[in-house]
């Protein structure tokens, strides 16, 4: 059996990949350790169509009696895509585009307290979701390419063993 937080990546990447109703031939969510982010022509793979990579994070517990323990496990994500029109720099409606897309493909899915990821694993209540980096700025001027990095943080009460308490 994976390991909780090896589980939990894979769910918010199913999550985000189902809330996503328009997706293109080159897009996709992926549960990755070294994502293939290739931002210039001459570097292979060249980045094509918008993609979603979500990694684990680290993890925690901490006591709440004699026989339980609150398990706090940490996501990140990494949403990218490179603006593919030589014409110009990226235009403002299609900036808008990818922060939209993240806001309500990515935190919203995530971010939502009445979802659970898995089992009875639901979004911490005392750490705040975060949007890291909503774009980066050097990334777009240079590259052409939408960047953004988010922080989601998931809860789960356990035994000392780390069984689900359910």
């Known amino acids: 059996m994976a390991a909780r937080i090896l589980q939990a990546a894979d769910a ?10 328009d997706k293109g031939k080159h897009d996709c969510v992926e549960r990755i350790y070294a994502p293939p982010v290739s931002l210039t022509e001459d570097s292979q793979p060249v980045l094509r169509g918008r993609k979603v990579f979500v990694f684990p994070g680290p993890y925690a517990a901490s006591l709440l ?25 990226p235009p403002r409606e299609w900036i808008d585009a990818r922060t939209e897309f993240v806001e309500q493909n990515v935190f919203n899915v ?19 979701p975060t949007i890291d980096v909503l774009y ?31």
Not at 65 to 89: F, I, K
Not at 111 to 123: F, G, K, R, Y
Not at 158 to 164: R, S
């Open 12 to 21: 918010a990447a199913a999550l985000i990949l189902a809330s996503w109703s």
């Open 65 to 89: 009696d004699r026989a339980d323990q609150w398990r706090t496990y940490t996501l990140r994500t990494l949403t990218v895509e490179r603006y593919t029109d030589d014409s110009g720099p």
């Open 110 to 128: 995530l971010a939502n307290q009445s979802v659970e990821l898995i089992d009875q694993m639901t979004p911490a209540m005392d750490e705040r």
């Open 136 to 166: 980066d700025i050097d990334t777009l001027l240079k590259f052409k390419t939408f960047w953004s990095q988010a922080t989601f943080y998931f809860a789960e009460d356990t035994d000392l063993a780390g069984e689900v308490l359910l």
